[in-house]
């Protein structure tokens, strides 16, 4: 096979140096600046080449394609490679075009276009062949996980040139993975792995592997694997009421999250199994009160549990007094009524003797009359004062020593009677004893 391509390409190199001593014996007159045009090619694995090569100004000249091992493929119109995959697409003075079908990539490399001028002038065009990368694969899932445990999940891809680019997503949200690449001849062998330690947040998550490359222009292959996480329960009770009266319906549901699901529930009253059963009604998850009393007052225990764990919640259930609500009366009553005490449960954030918050039209009224009370206080206290006041300099003014008639002439008089005749003398001198006060 060979040994005939060379005897072919050797016919048509002969052929050529004919037409090149006729042309300088006349016959056909070559133009100076003749140089053969090629441009390089990228082609993914699997596809079709295209390779052209151009003259501007030929004078009839043949042009040549050779692969990279120097076989001819085409020269001129004529084949000279038998490879059905090698197709003349057009032939003519100026153009030589050829393509190459299903390509490898062992049809990599630089291919030669020719143009049999004296010297021969050569062009050359290389040929890149990417390697499509293989769908991915992801490794070290186990299911189903646990939650605390600690798993790598690995993701491989092979066959790809250049390498190819992995990248993680958890859902839709991307996480940074560890890349490794391997040569394997002319491809790429291109790992990543992720670690995590897993808890009941990560169940049901999918973890998507995405391989980025050139070559895959319509959609990057990827693969996704979800997580199955197994984790104890865990409970909560949720109430249909916020202030239970009798005769109202109350529904409790127990919510429980586990995996595997904890079914079914266990509802308890007071450490004890339900009491009424007629009233108490449970389905599934959920315990209903058909119609409140007193007696439904204890504290009320879910339990459900898996083989992972147990979790119980708890709901403390006091039943109030119905509202009780009279008719507005037609005419005054002769005595006050006095309120039921009942009838104020679960509004006592209205009465100000409750709260603490008196009506301010109230507190306007008290205000007044305590400020009349204590200016009139205030008038008597000054009042009362300035009496003092002035009775106190009074006194003080008329102090002194004051003596009776008989007092007067007892100084000298033997008896009461020649007193007082002594004391009616010194009328005369009573203007020497006067005092003054300033």
Not at 31 to 36: A, H, R
Not at 132 to 143: A, F, N
Not at 185 to 211: E, H, I, M, P, W
Not at 261 to 275: A, F, I, Q
């Amino acid at each position: 096979m060979k040994l005939k391509s060379h005897l072919i390409f050797t016919l048509y190199t002969i052929y050529g140096i004919l037409l090149k001593v006729m042309a300088s014996k006349g016959k056909v007159r070559a133009i100076s600046g003749q140089y053969p045009l090629v441009q390089n090619v990228t082609v993914t694995e699997g596809g079709t080449a295209n390779l052209t090569c151009r003259v501007e100004f030929n004078d009839n000249t043949s042009l040549q394609w050779s692969n990279p091992a120097q076989q001819t493929l085409f020269f001129g119109d004529k084949k000279a490679l038998r490879d059905n995959r090698i197709e003349l697409v057009r032939a003519t003075s100026s153009e030589l075009t050829i393509s190459i079908s299903d390509v490898t990539l062992s049809d990599e490399g630089m291919y030669t276009c020719s143009l049999f001028t004296m010297p021969v002038r050569t062009a050359k065009a290389y040929l890149t062949v990417l390697g499509v990368p293989e769908k991915p694969e992801i490794d070290g899932l186990t299911k189903p996980a646990m939650e605390g445990d600690h798993i790598t999940l690995t993701c491989i891809t092979q066959g790809s040139k250049p390498a190819a680019d992995l990248r993680w997503f958890r859902n839709e949200k991307e996480v940074k993975g560890a890349k490794e690449v391997n040569a394997s001849g002319k491809t790429f062998t291109v790992r990543s792995s992720l670690q995590l330690q897993v808890d009941r947040n990560d169940d049901g998550v999918a973890y998507t592997c995405r391989v980025d490359h050139v070559a895959l222009t319509q959609a990057p292959q990827q693969a996704t694997e979800v997580l199955e996480v197994h984790y104890a329960p865990r409970v909560e009770i949720t109430h249909s009421l916020a202030v239970p009266q009798e005769g109202q319906y109350l529904k409790l549901e127990c919510v429980s999250k586990g995996n595997p699901s904890p079914d079914p529930v266990m509802w308890t009253k007071d450490g004890s199994e339900l009491p009424d059963l007629d009233r108490m009604i449970v389905e599934g998850r959920e315990l209903t009160f058909t119609s409140l009393n007193k007696t439904d007052n204890g504290t009320y225990r879910c339990e459900a549990s898996n083989h992972l764990g147990t979790s119980s919640a708890e709901y403390v259930l006091y039943v109030y007094d119905a509202p009780t609500t009279l008719p507005p009366p037609t005419t005054p009553p002769l005595h006050p009524i006095t309120p039921d005490p009942t009838a104020l449960l679960g509004s006592h954030a209205s009465d100000p003797t409750v709260t603490g918050n008196r009506d301010p039209n109230a507190l306007g009224q008290h205000g007044t009359d305590h400020a009349l009370i204590g200016g009139v206080v205030a008038v008597v206290v000054f009042v009362t004062l300035c009496l003092i006041i002035v009775l106190g300099r009074y006194l003080a003014r008329h102090k002194g020593t004051y003596l009776t008639n008989e007092a007067k002439g007892a100084d000298d008089a033997p008896d009461a009677d020649t007193a007082i005749i002594n004391a009616e003398g010194n009328h005369a001198h009573a203007e020497e004893k006067k005092e003054y006060f300033i």
